[in-house]
């Protein structure tokens, strides 16, 4: 009867942990393309229960880009050009977010890192390699320079305009965390290909759309990730847009600090 009972015990056991490895899960989920959020398309048309449902770690922007989002252990955080941190509730609207479900597969120890680019090339060189979509996390204490960009009324302009009137935050060195994401290469047509790093500090006061940064002795930690869902808006106005054509420089001109553009 005992043996019975740990027979049974077992195979409880041996069902479940397939349960348990599906919760392991490698993809990234994208709401909309960044042709269309450079093209001015800045309608809410993802909620934020359809982002949390997909992800608890990530970035993206606000619906008529109200500011920087940094999603952190599963809270929606929004950086305005105010600067003034807001954690999001379910109201929240976006159009054009980056998600994933963080679970770490390795961890990058950085001895310093001088500037983004730095950090950039560094991470470039230690990576498994660059053809796969990888969430980056690096906590600790570190120098940030972050920026948001204003709140925009229709008719909405393209991004690259719009990014003239950030704002641009010093926050000095403070604790925090980076929220990261690599694109490779050939995803250029969809997203930001290379890192796109938003910042969000350990109080949650501060935070933004990284345009650099420099540390010494902290680790990433690193989400290889091997999915991508992509999610296109329902809208009609998405029908409309014109999102033919090649946009990298438009896309250097909204990552980049202002002065880093060459
Ligand atoms: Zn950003």
């Known amino acids: 009867m005992r043996a019975r009972v740990l027979l049974t015990l077992l195979l409880v056991l041996a069902l479940a942990a397939p349960v348990r490895a ?10 909309s393309v ?11 048309s993802f ?9 608890n770690f990530g970035l993206g922007t606000f619906e008529n880009l109200d500011g920087e989002m940094v999603v952190l252990d599963g809270v929606i955080w929004q950086v305005p050009a105010s600067g003034q941190v807001r954690r999001m509730d379910a109201a929240a609207k976006s ?8 679970e770490p597969d390795l961890r990058l120890p950085v001895a310093s890192a001088a500037n983004l680019e730095d950090l950039d ?5 230690a990576l498994p390699g660059l053809n796969r979509f990888y969430a980056l996390r690096l906590d600790g204490r570190m120098r940030v320079k972050a920026r948001s960009v204003p709140r925009q009324d229709k008719p909405w302009r393209p991004l690259a305009e719009v990014v003239k009137e950030q704002s641009v935050f ?19 047509s969809l997203n930001v290909s290379g890192y796109h790093w938003h910042f969000l500090s350990k109080d949650r006061t501060r935070g933004g759309h990284v345009l650099d940064c420099s540390f010494t002795n902290l680790s990433v930690a690193v989400d290889r990730l091997s999915s991508l869902e992509l999610r296109l808006p329902k809208a009609a106005a998405f029908d409309g847009l014109d999102l033919s054509g090649d946009r990298s420089a438009q896309v250097k001109a909204v990552e980049k600090s202002p002065e880093a553009k060459k």
């Open 170 to 188: 010093d926050l000095g060195e403070l604790e925090g965390t980076l929220v990261g994401l690599r694109c490779p290469a050939f995803a250029a």
């Open 34 to 44: 960044l042709p269309a959020l450079l093209a001015g398309d800045y309608a809410g």
């Open 95 to 102: 159009p054009f977010a980056c998600v994933a479900f963080f």
């Open 47 to 55: 909620g934020a229960g359809e982002i949390l449902a997909k992800g």
């Open 121 to 125: 090339r560094q991470l470039d060189a």
């Open 22 to 31: 599906g919760g392991k899960d490698d993809r990234l989920f994208q709401a």
